[in-house]
């Protein structure tokens, strides 16, 4: 089945300028995630959504990043006035709570090829 | 605060040399430790889930095990194409869906 997909593949822009990246999670998926990539560095939770709701915001870096889910599907990164470090790979993963092999929990994420972002 | 280490940060083997790379860990009741492979330009690729401490599993030349304070990714008889980046990470009862992942190993298999 089609897995995750995330666009731009590629987003080159001017600093203070305004970016939408889209993430259109795994069908009936209804966990979606934000994560930041910079070079030499791990993955950096920014924000997470369960429905359309995002209860847990605490990894977005500051008040110039947004993110929105509709419909429980698509969900759109937005980051307002980019800054040069904002360059970076921002990956999309879904997932869906239930219950895996043995009975045990699985929230096992599967991530999209990312989108690249580049701020001069 | 959820913490992974991983070592090495990069690993270099000849094809058929087996090796094992460690992730250490630091969480407020383990619900979930995962490994990743990522290749250069994609997103990652899931690898295993391990749910308590001595669980093991396998997929084809990889086994991964899980004590109370890390887990190794053993690697048989490498292949090139094996070479990739290998993420560890780990999410806990108390914050639920947060994953807090480690920085990578870099593995490079020579012919």
Request: charge should be negative.
């Amino acid at each position: 089945g089609a897995g995750v997909s995330q666009s731009p593949s590629n987003k080159v822009t001017e600093k203070g300028k305004d970016v939408e990246l889209r993430c259109d999670p795994i069908s009936g998926h209804t966990a979606l995630y934000w994560y930041r990539q910079s070079l030499g560095q791990g993955l950096e939770f920014l924000i997470y959504f369960q429905g359309n709701s995002a209860p847990d915001k605490s990894g977005l870096p500051s008040d110039r990043f947004s993110a929105e889910r509709t419909g429980g599907s698509v969900s759109t990164l937005t980051i307002q006035r980019t800054q040069q470090e904002d360059s970076a790979v921002y990956l999309c993963a879904s997932s869906s709570p239930g219950q895996g092999e043995n009975g045990a929990s699985t929230d096992t994420q599967y991530f999209g090829p990312g989108t690249r972002l580049t701020v001069l | 605060e959820d913490q992974v280490t991983q070592s090495p940060e990069a690993l270099r083997l000849q094809e058929g040399e087996s090796s094992s790379l460690n992730c250490s860990y630091t969480v407020s009741g383990l619900r979930g430790l995962f490994w990743y492979r990522q290749d250069p330009g994609k997103g990652p690729e899931f690898l295993f889930t391990l749910y308590s401490a001595g669980e093991e599993k396998e997929k084809e030349r990889l086994k991964a095990t899980l004590t109370k304070k890390e887990s190794f990714l053993h690697i048989t008889a490498p292949k090139p194409e094996d070479s990739a980046t290998y993420l560890c990470a780990v999410q806990a009862w108390t914050t639920y869906q947060k994953v807090t992942f480690g920085t990578g190993t870099k593995l490079q298999v020579i012919p």
